[in-house]
C-alpha cells in the first residue's frame, strides 16, 4: 500500500505537468484578422499591439496553429490596467506633485 500511495504520490506531478498547456503565442507567421474578417500582416499588427491599444485573442485556444482576432482595448479596460500599475519609486532629482 505505502508503495501505491508513494508511486502515485511521485507520478501526480509528471502528469499534473504534462496535463497544463501554455497559451497559444502569435508570431510573424500567425494568422491575425479583425471582426470583419479582414486579414493583417504581421508588421501591421505589431505595430498596432504596440500602441497598447489592441490585443489579441486566440480563436481556438486549444491549438498551436489558431488565429488570433484582433482587439482594441475599451476606456473601461485600459483605467482598470492603469489602475493596477504600480506606482514609480521616489526619486531624489524628481519631485512629486503632492
Do not use: C, H
Request: no cysteine; charged share 20%.
Amino acid at each position: 500500500m505505502k508503495k501505491l500511495l508513494l508511486s502515485l504520490l511521485l507520478l501526480f506531478p509528471v502528469l499534473y505537468a504534462a496535463a497544463q498547456t501554455d497559451a497559444p503565442r502569435a508570431t510573424a507567421s500567425s494568422v491575425v484578422i479583425d471582426s470583419t474578417g479582414m486579414k493583417y500582416p504581421a508588421m501591421l499588427w505589431q505595430k498596432m499591439l504596440q500602441s497598447n491599444d489592441y490585443w489579441l485573442k486566440p480563436l481556438q485556444p486549444n491549438s498551436k496553429d489558431t488565429p488570433f482576432l484582433l482587439v482594441k482595448y475599451t476606456q473601461q479596460q485600459k483605467d482598470y490596467w492603469s489602475e493596477r500599475m504600480p506606482k514609480p519609486e521616489d526619486s531624489p532629482f524628481l519631485k512629486p506633485d503632492r
